[in-house]
Each structure stands twice: as structure tokens, then as C-alpha cells.
């Protein structure tokens, strides 16, 4: 007896982990470097690690620049003997600035085309080795751009802008789409906007720690060298990708709901992302719904405004407060800084919180019964699994443990608060932006650079609601369009707010910029209003589905047995706004 009664207590201790061996300290401290070695934070860091190879060079390359134009202009000039910088001619900073800006156009015209082939790539070969191109692709670029320092002049310059075509194939818009497209496969729904905000957060780290780092390798050791350090650090990055991301088979990311498609229309998928959807209604009806084109013109409009706040405050500063380059330096860098630790700290928490109280608001929005609503599982008995096989299998801890299968886990429980953070959120940058347009003194400005950062979750936002829009199989070229619709709105901001400051300068009223600025963002928070997620139950069909629905006798879109029809793509509705 005596046995007995001590039984239930030694049990209850082992129960409790006081008398486990393995809850000591190395088991601790094992239990630490498993969750600093997540997917997540593997993912977070290479995002970090490939920004920070792309910012090395590009302080360098307009000094670079700056001196094979200098070095050109003399070569068909007489030498320079006078006192002072001989390269301090308006001429030469003239032509500087032009071949910066072919070089500019270059990159965003070729960086768009980058979308299309990244996204191919990814769908043909899988996320891992697709990204792999859009690391190893650029090593190239930057090891040519080596030879054109080298080389100087003329000719420097012409290998220099040569070099731009080579972003087609790989470069630092289609490295981020894939990152995104990685984040969105692996990891857990509830989670998705969160990572996306902080996988930003570390692209802007990474960007703020670059440009100030490759200036000061410049600086130091010589022009060639930050090329040569960012060389280095695409093969690294490159060598991490392969060891520490999990495999994603491409079959795996179209959930096998659809034929794949190929050639051309294959290339140009993410484009058909942007053609509103047809969707049947539980009652068989079927409508179009218009939620990801309004969710793009939106964020059009919302990139329109904010993508050009930062060169805003560095040109208003330079005209009005006298700033200079290393200024603007420090001022930059704050910016990105700032935008990074909001969205890497502030962000999560963020949308965490606000989920929990948006279905406390509206619990009708939860995507299924109270429970859900709560986190609670509603499987029936039949589905609960009772065999090994029937378990989730966690993502290994090392790639090639075992490929990853995306997560099938409620999609749709509280995502209409990111549709709501992402209108209001560009309400505050609008207010904030014009807030600028008050700055008397240069301590103003960096007080502007430093509040402006906290409205920066809009492009993460939108990358979450987009893909709660869309079916799990056009997840990514879902993000394919919306990171198309970013790079328009970008290369347009350039020219269009150009003009606009221009305008206001010559008035002199060049803070009026910013309540334009500012108004736009407005326009884009109306457009959004209109954009909403698809009616509860409703399910997303293909085109070519919609044909052999219409000629269905019953009219609801189902056959016998209430499957949908052979060759549809359905997908049930993510929550409803």
C-alpha cells in the first residue's frame, strides 16, 4: 500500500517536470536555440542577410559614378590646374546625375520584368532554388561592376549601365517577392501579416546598416572594395538560403486544385490575380467580386504618397534648412532605422492585439462558430486523428529534414482587422505627412523621420489581406501582382511628385508638397472602403468553370454530391467585411 500511495505523488512530479532529467538546463537552453532556429527566424534573417549584400553598394555607386564622369570629362578636356576638387564642376555633377538616373530607370524598368521571371521560377522550381538565382544572379552584376570601377571612364560607365539588364534574371525586387512567397507558405496563417511586417522590418535594418557600412568600406579602403564585400556576402547569403530554408516542393504550393499552367500564360499569371473575381454564393448565384482590384488601386495610391515621403523630406530639408549630403545621411538612415524597429517589435504585437479585439467587435466575422471565434477547435469526432499519419508534421528544424506542405489551418479568423489597420493606418501617414509641412527648424525634420516610421505596416497589411483574398494555390502570384502594383506606384511616385515639388518650389511653397502628399494618401484610405473581403460561405471559381455552371439545371453550381465541378478552383471565403 505503501507503494500505492507514493505512486500517484512520484507521478504527479514527474508529471510536473520537477524530477524530469531533461527539463535542466541544456534542455532549457535546447528549448531556446529551437525557437532562435525557427523557420520563422531563419526567414527573417535572410531577408536581413540578402538587403544587407544589395545596401553595401549603394552609397559607392553614385561616387563610383561621380568619378568615372569626372574621369571621362577630363579625358576629352584640358587637364585640370587649378586650386580645389577637380571634379567640383556643374558640368560634371550635371552629367552625374544623369547617368544616375538611367541607371535608376534601368533598374526599376528591369526590376519589373525580374517580377515576372521570379515568379516563374518560383512556380517551375520552388521558392529555395528560385531564390538562390536572386542572390547568386546579382554576385554577378556586382563582380561586372568590379571590372567597370576598374576599367573607368567611359567605358566603366557604359559596363556600369549594361550591368542593370542582368537584374532581369535576378535582383532586389524579385529576392524580396520570393522571400514574401516563402513567409506566406510556411508559416502559420494567425502569423502571416505579422511576419510579413517583420520580415520588412529586417529589409529596412538591413538597408540602414548597409548604406552606412558600404560608405565607410568606401571611405576606408577604396572604392572597389564595398563592391567586393558585397560579392562575398551574395555567396554566403547564397550558401545560408540552401542550408537553412525549408523545401517547397512547387506542386505542393497549388494544393493540386488546379492544372498547372504553362508558357506564356504561366508568365503572366500575377497579372490575372488583378481581373475581378467570380464567386459563387452558397445560394448558387454567382457574382463578381471586386475586393483584390479595389485592395490594389488602393495600395497604388497609398505607394503613390508614401513611396516618395522619404526623397520629400531629404529634398524640402536641402531647399529649405540647407542640409547636407552626410546630413541627409544620418537623416536616412534614422528613417529606416525607426520603420525597421516598428515593424520588427511594435507590429506584431500590433495585429495580435487587434485580431483579438476586432472579433470581439465583430464576432459574426470569425469565419465559423464561437468557438473558432476563440481558438477552439471544431473538428467533428470523425476528423479528429486518431492514426500518426493523420498528425500535422511539424517543419524539421533543417531543410532537408522533410519538404514543407502548406499548413491547411484556418485562414480567416480576425484578418478583417488587417484590412481595417491597413485604412487607417494610411490615414495617419497622410496626417503625419502633412504634420511636416510645419517644420520652422532642422530638428523639426528629424522629428518628422522619426514619427513617420509608425504608419509604415500598410505594405505588410496589404500583403495579408491580399492573400486571404486569394485561393492558398495563387498565393503567390498574388503577391507577385501586388509587389507589380508597388513598383508602378514607385517608378510613377518619382515623376509625378517631381513635377509637384517642382511646381511648389518655383512658387516658393515647397511645403505645400506635403499636404498633397498627404491628400493622396487620403484618396487611397476611400478607395479602400470600397475594398472588402468576399461574402461568408461564398467559394472562388475559375473562369472556365463559370461556363459549365451556367448551364447546370439546378443552378447552384455543385454536382450530385455537392462537390464543385470538375476543373474549378474553389476556395472557401476568407472572412467577410
Known sequence: MAADETTPLLQDRVAN?????????RARIAAALRRALSVEKRILLTGFLITLSFSFTQVPIFYA???????????????????????SRNDIAAETATQFSILGMTTTFCGTINLFVAGWTVKKFGPRLALMVQILVPAIRVATQILAVMAGGATGITIFQCTQLITIIGGPAGYILVVNIIAGEVVTPARRTAVFGMLQGCIMMGQGIGFLTGGMIGDTWGIRRPFQVAFCSFLLSALYVRVALPLIAPESMSDGKKPPVKGIAAFLAPLKVLVPQQRTLQSGRIIKHYGVFFLCCGVFLGVLA????????????????????S?????MSEFAFMRGLFLIFLFPGIISKGRRWYLRRHPEEAGGSADEAQGGDSRTVDEIPTRPEQLDA????????????????????????????????LVLDGFLT????????????????????????????????????????????ALNALTLVENVARLSTQGFFGFVFAAFAEAGKPHLTFFFNGAIALLSTAVLVFSHFAPPGSRLVEQSSVEDEGSDPTGS???????????STSQPSQGSQ
Not at 517536470?17 to 538546463?25: I, L, M, S, T
Open 327 to 331: 546630413d541627409n545621411g544620418w537623416l
Open 394 to 425: 511539424p517543419v524539421g528544424s533543417f531543410p532537408d529534414e522533410e519538404p514543407v506542405v502548406p499548413n491547411p489551418a484556418k485562414e480567416d479568423e480576425g484578418t478583417g482587422f488587417d484590412l481595417f489597420f491597413l485604412r487607417w493606418s
Open 306 to 325: 508614401t513611396g516618395y515621403a522619404p526623397l520629400l523630406i531629404q529634398m524640402y530639408a536641402t531647399a529649405v534648412f540647407q542640409f547636407r549630403q
Open 434 to 477: 502633412m504634420g511636416a509641412a510645419f517644420a520652422t527648424k532642422s530638428w523639426h525634420i528629424y522629428l518628422a523621420a522619426f514619427l513617420l516610421p509608425f504608419a509604415s505596416g500598410t505594405a505588410p497589411a496589404a500583403k495579408g489581406v491580399m492573400t486571404e483574398m486569394c485561393s492558398s494555390s495563387d498565393r503567390a502570384d
Open 17 to 25: 517536470g520537477k524530477d524530469r532529467p531533461d527539463e535542466g538546463p
Open 557 to 567: 453550381g455543385t454536382n450530385g454530391n455537392g462537390a464543385s465541378p470538375t476543373g
Open 65 to 87: 559614378i561621380y568619378l568615372m564622369v569626372c574621369e571621362d570629362y577630363y579625358d576629352h578636356h584640358s587637364p585640370f590646374d587649378g586650386p580645389g576638387n577637380r571634379c
